[in-house]
């Protein structure tokens, strides 16, 4: 890796979100009511780059994706300038509409539930991403399982996204890849195919258990701890973390390992957990990025985790660094 790169460079899902506050999950064939909605930032890449620009990241921040050519793409690329995010990569298509989500939360518990439109999404490829042209330091690709196209398998047998992995890689970026929670039957498969071409693993618990197929607690650090040591032996190159609502747990090939438990946060603090675990991606990203030890990182990343929680949207809670880090101050962890 060169020394003289900085930045990250965050490729895949870019996603309208519209954010919907509701009384109650409803059963099928009844009603819950609308408290209020908004219309916010979705996608993995999309909500860590507004993350870090909120996290008043001291670095260079750039966005690879596709968008339709209409409003919501056009708002998507005004946003990203408008919060000091380089969209030279941020294609449009004629194709596909961009991609959307109505994310439910019910208001007591903070709960969400998605319902997703794939759009231009699906079409994203390895072309759309020049690792050639950037002088970023980290590739931060997702959500696997929810990209059409780089989920598919080329003729050589690995995923369109493994591809791409391997580019960057010869390009000299470090990659870090994240997943979406889903029951996609090729699951295992496109994981193990990315694995063995991604320095940096960040997912949470269930998309481990459906990597290792096994059952998970999301309380249980001991098991997290052994589970992010085998994912680690199933080929990823430097770093696995697992991320769950209690805290999270991660493990090198140096045998450093380190358990950091969530923040303990008063009833009523949580406004809606949508993008939650992407705001831990981002926290975890800038400490890798500044080269923080292990345990500093899982401990901002805790902290940008609950900072988002603060807000219904993805990013709408999101503070500076510092602000983040005194939430432990205020609250300790659990």
């Not at 004629?94 to 759009?119: I, K, L």
């Not at 589970?227 to 697992?242: C, K, N």
């Not at 380190?258 to 993008?275: D, I, K, V």
Request: aromatic share 6%.
């Amino acid at each position: 890796m060169s020394t003289q790169r900085s930045g990250i460079l965050a490729a895949g899902n870019f996603i309208v979100d519209y954010v919907k506050i509701i009384d109650a999950y409803p059963e099928q064939d009844m009603l819950a009511s609308i408290l209020s909605e908004s219309q916010a930032n979705g996608g993995g890449p999309y909500n860590v780059l507004k993350d870090l620009s909120a996290m008043q990241a001291g670095f260079p921040l750039a966005a690879c994706g596709l968008v339709g050519d209409d409003a919501n793409g056009r708002w998507i690329y005004e946003d990203c300038v408008a919060h000091g995010i380089d969209a030279t990569q941020l294609h449009r298509t004629q194709e596909r509409s961009t991609s959307y989500t109505d994310a439910m939360t019910v208001q007591s518990t903070g709960r969400r539930t998605f319902f997703h439109q794939r759009g231009a999404n699906a079409l994203f490829n390895e072309s759309h991403c020049e690792v050639s042209q950037t002088s970023a330091r980290i590739l931060h690709l997702g959500y696997l399982m929810l990209l059409d196209h780089m989920d598919s398998f080329a003729t050589d047998g690995r995923t369109h996204a493994a591809h791409l992995l391997v580019s960057a890689t010869e390009a000299g970026l470090q990659t870090s890849v994240d997943m979406v929670s889903t029951e996609h039957p090729q699951f295992r498969e496109i994981a193990l195919s990315a694995m063995p071409h991604t320095d940096h693993l960040i997912i949470n618990e269930i998309e481990a258990a459906r990597v290792l197929n096994r059952t998970l607690s999301s309380s249980d650090g001991s098991a997290l701890l052994n589970a992010s040591r085998d994912l680690l032996a199933l080929g990823v190159r430097q770093t696995v973390t697992i991320h769950t609502e209690h805290g999270a747990a991660a493990c090198t090939h140096e045998k450093d390992e380190h358990f950091q438990p969530s923040l303990l946060l008063p009833a009523g603090y949580s406004q809606g957990a949508t993008g939650a675990g992407d705001a831990f991606a981002a926290g975890l990203l800038y400490a890798l990025h500044e080269g923080w030890s292990l345990a500093d990182r899982l401990r901002l990343a805790v902290c940008t985790a609950a900072a988002s929680l603060s807000h219904p949207t993805p990013s709408g809670g999101m503070k500076p660094v510092r602000e983040c880090l005194a939430l432990a101050d205020t609250f300790g962890f659990r």
